[in-house]
Structures are given as C-alpha cells and as structure tokens.
C-alpha cells in the first residue's frame, strides 16, 4: 500500500486540520508583521554582531570616526570587519565593544541640539 | 549562520552576495530577503553600486535555480521511478506532472520573490516534471531580476532599519504561504468534495 492510499482514508480530517493551521499562521505571522511594522517608527536598530563600524554608524546617522575611536581602532571607513571580527582580534567578546559602541552613541545623542 | 552570511556580505560585498545567493537558490536555507536588504542598505552607504548588485544578485540566483532544474532533469525521473509508489499510482504521477506544466510560468515567477520558500522545491519540480527549460529560464529570470530589484530598492529606502524590514518581509511571505495554502484547503474541503465535510 502506498503512502498516498494510507493517507487517502483520513483525508477529511487532515485536510480540515491543515485548513485550521493554514488560517492560524497566517494571523499569526500577520500580527507580528504589524507589530514590527509599528515598532520600526520609534525603535533604533540594535546593534549586531555581524555589522561594520561604519554600518553601525550609518544605522545610527553618525560618523563612523567616533565610534572607532570608542573601540580603540583606528579610524578607517573602509574597515568593514564585523563587530565579531575585530573583538577576535582585540581578544574581548563582541558583547563588550557593542556595549562600548553603545555608549559612544548615546554619548553622542547627549551632544547632539 | 545568518550572522556570519551577512558579516560576510558587509566585508566581502558582491562575491559574498553572488556565493551566498546562488546557494541559497539550490536550497540551502540561508537569510537571501535580509540579505538583499543589506545589500541595498550597503548601496546607500556608498560601499556597492546599485545595477552591479541587481545584476550580481539576479545572476547568482538565476545560476542556482539552473542547478536545481538539472538536478531536477537528471535525478528527478530516477527518484520517481523509484520512490513514485510512495506518492500514487502513474495515473496521479502524471496528473501532477500536468498541473506543473500549466502553472509552470506563474509558479516559478511568484516563488522567485513572493513565496521564496517554495523556489528550490519548484527549480527541482520544473526539471523532474519535464517543464520546458526555457520557458522556465525566461520566467526564473524576470522573477529573479523583478525579487533583487525589489528588496535592494525596499533595503536603499529603509537603510537604518535592516533587521526590521527583513524581519516584517519574513514574515509577510509567511503569512503569504498561509493564505495560499488556506485557499487551496479551502477549495479542496469545501468545492471539490463539499459531501466529505457534510459526512464528518
């Protein structure tokens, strides 16, 4: 017997469970899609692992000098090492220089008019 | 994974992009919306330029997808003939291998960029179910070109806010797929055998 005959005889109700799980996901994943969508307005992107100095700075509308200055490199806008990248160089987890990246722009949010 | 992708992505810039996208379209499941949103993101900070990206992107996807149909072409008639049992008789074999050919067109150009999770399984479908392969390179690549052009555009526009629109669109396509699928169980429960509902 095949797999398609073995499933042919509780058809209906899979199918009907599939319908129900087809609808509970679409509202599911919609919801959060607006969520989101409303959180983009007003939240900053947090900073990640695997973005650049100056893609930080870009995220940010900074200048990306400030924020090498912040992790001890020096300034270079065609550095694109990731965060990670350079904390393996500097021997120091990533947590550490997205907290001291952090800082530097909140630093910076106090400066600024 | 997706953290070193994209890592790769911001230091690499188009061969990163054209590797990463061309795997993807073979099937491994790797971020490629996100991707192509940082993409554009890099071309508003000036690191890439815009048709060169488009043009990598569409290529390296466009190169995948061929890969798949020929694996489809070649080992999808030996994986049937074997394992074809499992799913039905020749007669439903054949059936399914008909209604490939007439959505063929739509299918592959809607999976390039709206329901992106089904695109390899299609690449593999087309070439198993003998969809010409022209007809499936001209529309895998208006699809392709129409999906880098889109999310590079939508990640130049929104370039601060990358993880947001890659994670609303990820979810969009879910929700997409969910109400696909909805419509096709639907049609099935309540058009094609309304007595089997009348019955349970």
Known sequence: MGLWSALSRYRTPLLILAFCLAIASTFFFGYRAGRTARHVRWQNEPIQPWMSVPFVAHVHHTHSEVLFQAIHVPPNPRDRRSIREIARAQKVPASQLIRQLQDALTAQSGKAP | ?200
Do not use: C
């Open chain 2, 1 to 200: 994974m997706r953290d070193q992708v994209l890592a790769a992505l911001a230091h690499y810039g188009s061969p990163a992009l054209f590797v990463t996208v061309l795997i993807a379209a073979i099937g491994v499941p790797l971020p490629v919306t996100l991707l192509l949103i940082v993409t554009g993101s890099l071309v508003a900070q000036g690191a890439m330029n815009l048709w060169w990206a488009i043009a990598i992107a569409s290529v390296g996807q466009v190169a995948g997808d061929q890969t798949g149909y020929l694996l489809g072409r070649w080992g999808g008639k030996k994986l049937i003939a074997r394992f074809g049992g499992m799913i039905g008789h020749a007669d439903r074999i054949r059936q399914l291998d008909e209604r490939a050919k007439n959505w063929g067109g739509a299918g592959v150009f809607f999976s390039r960029w709206l329901v992106t999770t089904l695109g390899p399984w299609i690449n593999l479908a087309s070439g198993a179910g003998g969809y010409s392969w022209l007809k499936f390179t001209l529309w895998d690549f208006l699809g392709e070109t129409f999906g880098s052009a889109l999310y590079i555009w939508l990640g130049v526009v929104f370039s601060d806010r990358v993880e947001e629109v890659g994670a609303i669109l990820g979810d969009l396509t879910w929700a997409i797929m969910g109400v696909l699928a909805a419509a096709i169980l639907g049609w099935k429960l309540f058009y094609r055998h309304p007595r089997a509902i009348s019955t349970t």
